[in-house]
Every structure is written in structure tokens, then in C-alpha cells.
């Protein structure tokens, strides 16, 4: 399935090491080429966006996405073990770069390099990235795992929480796992409020406001044994925000989607200078190309009776 990715903002600046970050008058921009895009194992759709960055303190300037978006981009994927380019081209339709061949399925445990070359602010950038997929053997274990339904913040005979439990199969050489959850039913109605809700007290307003992030949630697994065998993850009554149903997808990620999800969005230091997250992108490249296996669940969160 394709992977669901959550609007990110990722600023890049170009101030040295202990210099402060406030003043951003008479930086200079660098134009970049941002990449956005996983490979699936066992898929044969490629989706890689390429899209420009755009200078801070532009007078005020106005831009609309469309403006990101490279449209004449140069870009190839590479199957390392093969030494088998396969040419990407632009899908208008849907703003991301594919392969439109019906040879290519990507596998297990395999090293892909991108390449990228395009014309921004008329100045010839090029990038490339590899990732090496994860190896076959990830799944969820619905029979060890605890789902189906609960009612929100449930309690087992001793007064101890019980919680939806998500056990899978590790991918071999994997020791990065994310979940991610989609609330289904979410809506001002569906929302659970004080004092079921135990964590935040919101008004309705609020809720409408905050409505889009609310709806989705994500955890992560990181460190675990590098054998084949099994792990779980809990999902935590602060992720579950409403009545209904969730969407669980568990993704096994590669080493460029671990980094740059632990570090994204840590990127000011201690002295207020900002540093740029974990990319595994040489040349004129700013963004993430990664690779990950996942598998899906649903759960319902019920009301109290």
C-alpha cells in the first residue's frame, strides 16, 4: 500500500554553527531540490515527488503548492544489484514522478539509488539517494495481538489499563517501527471530552480547529532485536482522540526513514541555532527517500457503558 505521509514543514538554513538564527535578513538562498518518496517492497507503483524550496523573507510573497512542484525534472531508479535504470517521468495528474514499464517489482532486501537533475532559479542542481529495503518476514500477528474493540480507557478486573496491543513479525535487520492511526469516525460529535478524557479538556471550538491533526496519531518502536522473531507495540489512550474507528497501519522502515523521523522534528539546539535533520541525500537534495514494508489493522473505540 502506498505509504501515508503527513505534511511536514522543514525549514533549512544556511547560517554557520553558533550563529543566531532570528535574523534571517541578507541569508543567502541556496535552491534545492526536495525529495519525497518510499519505495514498497512486492509493489510495482513507484510515487516520488520532486518539489523546489523557496527562500524565507521573500518580501511577503505569496506561493501556492503548485509553485514547488518540478515539473522537467531528469530522475532515474536504479536497481544497484542489477545495474537496471529504470527512467521515471512526470504524472500531471497527480504531481509525482513514476515509472510507467511493467518490469520493475520492488524486492526485499534490495539497494535502489535515485538520481535527480533539474533547473531551479536557473541553476542546474542535482541530487541522489539509496535506500536498501527491508528484508521480507514483517507482518502483524492478529491472533497475538489485542484488537477488535474496547471501550475508551478500559480497566481489567484489578483496575490496571488495558490497551489495543499490535504484535508482529519483525522484518530481519529492521529495528525501526511506526504506527500510525487514522480516526475514521472523527467529527466534533465523535470527539471524547472531559472527564472521560483524561488528558485534554477542550471546547467544541477547539475541537473543530484542531480537527484535521487530531485525526491522526503516530508511535514508534525503535531498537529491537535485528533477528527474525516477534515485537509489540501498545497503542496509548492519548492517541485515541475519538469514538469509532481507527485505521492501524505498522510500517518496518529502513535506515533513511528512521533518521529522518527521529529527527525532524528535532532541529533547534540549546543556543536557538537550527540544524538540519538526518538526510541520507548527497548533492543539491534536501528531503527523504526511504523504503518501508507495512501491514494493516482496524480497531473501535467504544463508549463507556
Same mark, same amino acid.
Given at each position: 500500500?502506498?505509504?501515508?505521509?503527513?505534511?511536514?514543514?522543514?525549514?533549512?538554513?544556511?547560517?554557520?554553527?553558533?550563529?543566531?538564527?532570528?535574523?534571517?535578513?541578507?541569508?543567502?538562498? @541556496?535552491?534545492?531540490?526536495?525529495?519525497?518518496?518510499?519505495?514498497?517492497?512486492?509493489?510495482?507503483?513507484?510515487?516520488?515527488?520532486?518539489?523546489?524550496?523557496?527562500?524565507?523573507?521573500?518580501?511577503?510573497?505569496?506561493?501556492?503548492?503548485?509553485?514547488?512542484?518540478?515539473?522537467?525534472?531528469?530522475?532515474?531508479?536504479?536497481?544497484?544489484?542489477?545495474?537496471?535504470? /529504470?527512467?521515471?517521468? /512526470?504524472?500531471?495528474?497527480?504531481? /509525482?514522478?513514476?515509472?510507467?514499464?511493467?518490469?520493475?517489482?520492488?524486492?526485499?532486501?534490495?539497494?535502489?539509488?535515485?538520481?535527480?537533475?533539474?533547473?531551479?532559479?536557473?541553476?542546474?542542481?542535482?541530487?541522489?539517494? @539509496?535506500?536498501?529495503?527491508?528484508?521480507?518476514?514483517?507482518?502483524?500477528?492478529?491472533?497475538?495481538?489485542?484488537?477488535?474493540?474496547?471501550?475508551?480507557?478500559?480497566?481489567?478486573?484489578?483496575?490496571?489499563?488495558?490497551?489495543?496491543?499490535?504484535?508482529?513479525?519483525?522484518?530481519?535487520?529492521?529495528?525501526?517501527?511506526?504506527?500510525?492511526? @487514522?480516526?475514521?469516525?472523527?467529527?466534533?460529535?465523535?470527539?471524547?471530552?472531559?472527564?472521560?478524557?483524561?488528558?485534554?479538556?477542550?471546547?467544541?471550538?477547539?475541537?473543530?480547529?484542531?480537527?484535521? @491533526?487530531?485525526?491522526?496519531?503516530?508511535?514508534?518502536?525503535?531498537?529491537?532485536?535485528?533477528?527474525?522473531?516477534?515485537?509489540?507495540?501498545?497503542?496509548?489512550?492519548?492517541?485515541?482522540?475519538? /469514538?469509532?474507528?481507527?485505521?492501524?497501519?505498522?510500517?518496518?522502515?529502513?535506515?533513511?526513514?528512521?533518521?529522518?523521523?527521529?529527527?525532524?522534528?528535532?532541529?533547534?539546539?540549546?543556543?536557538?541555532?537550527?540544524?538540519?535533520?538526518?538526510?541520507?541525500?548527497?548533492?543539491?537534495?534536501?528531503?527523504?527517500?526511504?523504503?518501508?514494508?507495512?501491514?494493516?489493522?482496524?480497531?473501535?473505540?467504544?463508549?463507556?457503558?
Amino acid at each position: 500500500m502506498t505509504i501515508k505521509r503527513y505534511v511536514i514543514a522543514m525549514l533549512f538554513f544556511t547560517t554557520a554553527c553558533g550563529e543566531g538564527i532570528f535574523d534571517v535578513e541578507g541569508r543567502s538562498y @541556496e535552491p534545492k531540490i526536495v525529495i519525497d518518496g518510499y519505495l514498497v517492497p512486492g509493489s510495482t507503483q513507484i510515487k516520488i515527488y520532486f518539489r523546489r524550496n523557496l527562500p524565507l523573507n521573500d518580501n511577503g510573497q505569496l506561493f501556492y503548492p503548485s509553485d514547488l512542484v518540478l515539473t522537467n525534472a531528469q530522475a532515474s531508479l536504479t536497481d544497484v544489484a542489477e545495474s537496471a535504470i /529504470y527512467p521515471l517521468s /512526470y504524472n500531471a495528474d497527480s504531481l /509525482y514522478y513514476t515509472y510507467s514499464g511493467t518490469d520493475l517489482t520492488i524486492g526485499h532486501g534490495k539497494t535502489y539509488r535515485l538520481e535527480v537533475s533539474a533547473v531551479v532559479n536557473g541553476k542546474s542542481l542535482s541530487a541522489s539517494s @539509496e535506500t536498501t529495503t527491508p528484508n521480507a518476514g514483517f507482518s502483524i500477528d492478529p491472533a497475538a495481538s489485542v484488537l477488535d474493540s474496547m471501550e475508551y480507557n478500559a480497566k481489567d478486573s484489578l483496575g490496571n489499563s488495558r490497551k489495543f496491543r499490535i504484535s508482529f513479525h519483525r522484518s530481519p535487520g529492521t529495528d525501526f517501527y511506526l504506527n500510525t492511526l @487514522e480516526a475514521l469516525d472523527a467529527s466534533v460529535e465523535s470527539f471524547i471530552y472531559s472527564p472521560v478524557n483524561i488528558f485534554w479538556a477542550p471546547d467544541t471550538a477547539d475541537v473543530a480547529d484542531d480537527l484535521t @491533526e487530531l485525526k491522526y496519531s503516530n508511535d514508534i518502536t525503535i531498537n529491537t532485536p535485528l533477528n527474525a522473531g516477534t515485537s509489540s507495540i501498545d497503542i496509548e489512550w492519548y492517541s485515541t482522540w475519538f /469514538y469509532g474507528d481507527y485505521r492501524v497501519v505498522l510500517f518496518a522502515g529502513d535506515r533513511n526513514m528512521r533518521d529522518f523521523f527521529l529527527t525532524y522534528g528535532d532541529v533547534q539546539e540549546a543556543d536557538g541555532n537550527l540544524h538540519e535533520p538526518v538526510l541520507h541525500i548527497d548533492g543539491d537534495g534536501i528531503g527523504v527517500f526511504g523504503s518501508a514494508i507495512s501491514d494493516t489493522v482496524m480497531v473501535r473505540v467504544l463508549r463507556r457503558q
